[in-house]
């Protein structure tokens, strides 16, 4: 259950009941674990129990929270990753988990923007999948055609609240394949947006990193200097380019809004560093430099899977 805010911000309930029917799915179902963002949520565990198939119920028997960061790529982020350990499971335990995900940002850093992806289909059949978002009235919401096996959609009013609720039963499971494409691509799942289109989510965008596209003079100097004797706008271009994927290290620091936001050409440049938007940010600016249009676009990549153009969103 989500409840979104008239600013964006969000409150989100989950209730997670599973049961393993095999040694190997209970040796698995005995951790349990989730990410959120440290900086700007919340994580309240309110329960988490196993009701063993004999009668006896028994409390997990640890929780705690840990980085994601992956330093084998250079990956850091303000993700963490909140997990519950459960006592030792058999085949037919039941084991039931809620817990709450609250955005405690004192300002949304996406304007007023709320979007989110909820998959309610998974590798494993689901008995009931349920998705409730309870939204103000005063806010349009957009949603995807729901790709999940008999989903059913009601909608009702509030004095001040749209509420919105999805539910399916006996959702099949997608059964695993060699070389399939990646599960964000294939499993059943709802998509809601506030953005009318993408003509509003890049305005919002590109008022965000607008900014971030300022060269100073070492960047001027090396510009000129990469280019030097060059005639063709593509020689320019290559050389711009060999020159940024050479010498500037991959190494993503995406905290917060750094999650979308570049950092600005210039530090950059003066880091000899940055993950794949700064080095983006660096070469449209250098190129810029050099006379020759040029601009950033917002891709999702192929590593991630194929997803649906509608809602415009940023949660894809």
Known sequence: VTTVFPNGLASRFHQIVYQPLTDASAAD????GFSFE????????RGARVYHANG????ATESGEGDVNDPSIAMYTSARAYYVHFPRLSPGDVVELKYRVEDVSSRNEYA?????VTYMQSAEPIAHAEYVLITPKSRTFYFNKPNVPGIQQKTAETA????YRFTADDVPPIEPEARQPPYAELLGHVHVSTYKDWDAMGQWYWGLVKDQFVADDEVRRRVNDV???LKTNEEKVRAIYDYVVQKTRYVALEFGIHGFKPYRCAQIFARGFGDCKDKATLIVTMIK???IPATIVVVRTGLKGDFETFPASLAP
């Not at 179902?29 to 349990?32: L, S």
């Not at 006896?56 to 409390?59: A, P």
């Not at 007023?112 to 989110?116: A, I, P, S, T, V």
């Not at 001040?160 to 509420?163: E, G, K, L, N």
């Open 227 to 229: 280019t030097k004797g």
């Open 56 to 59: 006896q119920t028994e409390d």
């Open 38 to 45: 440290a900086d700007s949520e919340a994580v309240q565990l």
């Open 160 to 163: 001040t609240d749209r509420i």
């Open 112 to 116: 007023d923007y709320f979007g989110e």
């Open 29 to 32: 179902g005995r951790e349990y």
């Open 289 to 291: 430099e050099a006379g």
